[in-house]
């Protein structure tokens, strides 16, 4: 989970939609109908918006292949600036 917070957070819309456009190409050719997208992953606002976005585009995009559907995975972590605070 760390390294994952880390990376979203890291990154820009640009490269998280990148790979996650190529993923949604790669479900389509094996004939998947619907896909989970989850956001919750930088454990900020801004990086939660990011994700959001990517995945609102990404079901725009390909609205017609297949269903994206968009799930928060919340509170899986404390984010690293608050460890200690709440302990």
């Excluded at 990376?7 to 619907?34: D, H, L, M, W």
């Amino acid at each position: 989970i760390k390294s994952s917070v880390q990376a979203c957070r890291e990154s820009t819309f640009e490269k998280i939609f990148e790979v996650n456009e190529r993923n949604v190409k790669r479900f389509i050719a094996q004939g998947t109908t619907t896909l989970e997208m989850k956001s919750g992953y930088g454990l900020n606002l801004d990086t939660e918006i990011m994700l959001l976005k990517v995945i609102n585009e990404l079901k725009k995009k390909y609205a017609k292949q297949i269903d994206i559907i968009p799930t928060f995975l919340g509170a899986h972590d404390i984010p690293p600036e608050y460890k200690g605070k709440t302990e």
